[in-house]
């Protein structure tokens, strides 16, 4: 049986069945629902994973028939389960009780064993979680936000902007604007403010070029962009988690092409991202980047540590170190 996604959304109480398998790239949107079963129910929920039900089936099967007078109901949360897992899932069929049993995959194509398997049963659901596209994005922005003043078409813009099309990102996103605008009241340059809009595409088409090794561009945008000291450590966090997604990327080079790798990456690359990310991913090898990653971690630490030190031009240092590593 095959619901739609906004449906489980709007009402939960559709998860009717025991065996549950929700699949697609939409990451946000599974650990959205994942949190409103975890609000609906009283069971304890355990999180467990494929690999490690592979190597132990009898840890599963314990679960479910172990059960004690005095203990909770437990339902199951399972993750990134593929075809694999299927035979067990046939065997628990035969001795579930009550337990829900709710089951996280990532891609699955209609020649899946496990889908194919969930979508005929009458006694199972298939949830499809799709990419979300802005219209998406947008009912759910507005919904959340449907008590607030100032939820103006240009607010909605700059909210999404911020967040890529990342349903998790524009959920951390609307925790920051319900915990500040307390008077539920949003202001266009305190948003912008807030969501750190102007700093962070300035200082992130820095931090691209940098790791591009474009010294003539790098050059260019040290003179114009403003590094306020104040964030210093949230630059650094920008720089590292951009580092670290190459770094995963490149240990995989010798698996698959770039490009595949990046299009199977997971939480999902933005679009928009790709080609820069796969132009930094030529340029840098893990040699190269554990130097970098030390670079930051030291710079980090002294910036903490001291006061007396000039914040922006130790990171305006870091993207000059950075840039003449990637030339190389």
């Not at 398998?21 to 355990?46: D, R, S, V």
């Not at 130097?291 to 903490?304: A, G, H, Q, R, S």
Request: proline share 2%.
């Amino acid at each position: 049986m095959i619901i739609k996604s906004y449906l489980v959304e709007e009402n939960i109480n559709l998860l009717d069945k025991n065996l549950v398998l929700f699949y697609g790239e939409n990451l946000g949107l599974k650990n959205q629902i994942k949190e409103i079963i975890k609000l609906k129910t009283n069971a304890e929920i355990l999180n467990l994973f494929q690999d490690e039900i592979l190597k132990k089936p009898e840890v599963l099967f314990n679960e479910i028939l172990n059960k004690s007078l005095f203990e909770n109901e437990k339902n199951f949360f399972i993750n990134e389960v593929d075809d694999k897992i299927l035979p067990i899932i046939e065997e628990i069929k035969e001795k579930q009780d009550s337990q829900k049993i709710y089951l996280f995959s990532n891609i699955l194509d209609k020649k899946s064993k496990i889908r194919s398997s969930f979508e005929k049963s009458h006694n199972s659901i298939v949830v499809p979680c799709y990419a979300d596209n802005e219209i998406t994005l947008k009912k759910l922005l507005i919904n959340k936000l449907k008590d607030y003043k100032g939820v103006s078409p240009s607010n909605i813009n700059i909210i999404l902007e911020s967040c890529n099309n990342d349903r998790d990102k524009l959920n951390n996103e609307i925790s920051k604007i319900k915990s500040y605008f307390i008077n539920k009241e949003i202001n266009s340059d305190q948003l912008e403010d807030l969501l750190n809009l102007k700093v962070n595409e300035s200082f992130a088409e820095l931090n691209d070029h940098a790791l591009d090794g474009n010294k003539i561009k790098v050059n260019q945008l040290l003179s114009n962009t403003t590094l306020e000291p104040e964030k210093s450590i949230m630059y650094l966090s920008i720089v590292n988690q951009r580092v670290l997604k190459i770094s995963k990327i490149v240990e995989l080079k010798n698996t698959s092409s770039i490009d595949e790798i990046i299009n199977k990456f997971r939480p999902p690359i933005f679009w928009k991202e790709k080609p820069k990310i796969t132009s930094q991913c030529k340029k840098w090898n893990l040699h190269k980047i554990k130097n970098i990653l030390n670079k930051i971690y030291n710079l980090e630490l002294k910036i903490k540590s001291s006061s007396d030190v000039k914040h922006n031009l130790l990171i305006k240092k870091l993207m000059i170190d950075i840039c003449n590593l990637a030339s190389i």
